[in-house]
């Protein structure tokens, strides 16, 4: 069981790092954008791009590696859960008698 936790983490780490390159090569684009085009992105909007330009596919594979990312996380979330669950522990019980 502990092997599988092993793998899930090591899952983790893969698509953390997918997730990392993804996030700099679409904040790159974006700031490759914003360089041709400064006035048009306001500071709270942030532009994704025509489908099937760079911008748009680099943001989609970000999305894409963040999702992968959260999967991953929560697979290893439920396998420490069931790891957690097999391992058998001491409980304590304790009776109330109410009186009659």
Same mark, same amino acid.
């Given at each position: ?6 793998? $899930?983490? !090591? &899952? ?5 790092? /997918? ?7 679409? =904040?790159?684009? +974006? ?22 330009? $760079?911008? !748009? &596919? ?5 999305? /894409? ?7 991953? =996380?929560?697979? +290893? ?24």
């Amino acid at each position: 069981m502990e092997q599988q936790l092993a793998q $899930r983490f !090591r &899952l983790l780490k893969i698509t953390m790092l /997918r997730y990392e390159s993804a996030d700099r090569e679409w =904040r790159s684009q +974006l700031a490759s954008a914003s360089s041709w085009f400064p006035a048009a992105f306001p500071a709270k909007a942030l532009p994704i791009g025509n489908p099937g330009s $760079r911008l !748009r &596919l680099a943001y989609e594979k970000r999305s /894409r590696a963040l999702m992968q990312f959260e999967a991953a =996380r929560d697979k +290893l979330h439920v396998a420490r859960r069931r790891l957690a669950g097999s391992r058998p522990e001491q409980t304590r019980v304790t009776l109330l008698i109410a009186p009659i």
